[in-house]
């Protein structure tokens, strides 16, 4: 039995995305690529820079745009936050009211989960201190 090559792993997600789409989506994987491997340094200016704009306009004019916002990396592992969002560009290009609202409802959960988790760790660790400079107070 032969071993699929990459083309068939990939096609499933890529499978319902038009050729604008598809621009789109390789133009972002290789950035994703790109800041996973470069040194941090050249990571840091390109994560500041983000995907180009010329790329925003293939996504813009594609008909699977849901599909392309949930290939980006934040909203594959749940976690979206503002900042991946504007560095791919997503309030350009992103056409439809509900799915930029369902978008903007997923990064404030998100947002609001990592501020609760800090939130619950500082207390964790300040109430032992607390309890600690009561003893030495009294």
């Known amino acids: 039995m032969t071993q699929p090559s990459s083309a068939q792993t990939d096609a499933p997600v890529a499978e319902g995305i038009d050729d604008c789409g598809l621009r789109f989506l390789l133009a972002s994987r290789h950035h994703v690529y790109l800041l996973n491997t470069l040194p941090l340094r050249q990571r840091a200016q390109l994560?500041?820079?983000g995907l180009s704009p010329a790329y925003?306009?293939?996504?813009?004019?594609?008909?699977s745009q849901d599909e392309l916002?949930?290939?980006l990396p934040g909203m594959q592992k749940?976690?979206?936050?503002?900042?991946?969002?504007?560095?791919?560009?997503?309030g350009w290009w992103l056409r439809n009211i509900n799915s930029l609202q369902r978008c903007a409802e997923k990064v404030d959960r998100s947002f609001c989960l990592m501020i609760c988790n800090a939130a619950e760790f500082s207390l964790s660790v300040l109430s032992p201190l607390y309890e600690c400079s009561a003893l030495f107070s009294s």
């Open 47 to 49: 994560q500041q820079l």
């Open 78 to 90: 749940g976690a979206p936050t503002w900042a991946e969002m504007r560095q791919f560009g997503v």
């Open 69 to 71: 916002l949930n290939s």
């Open 56 to 63: 925003y306009v293939w996504a813009f004019h594609s008909e």
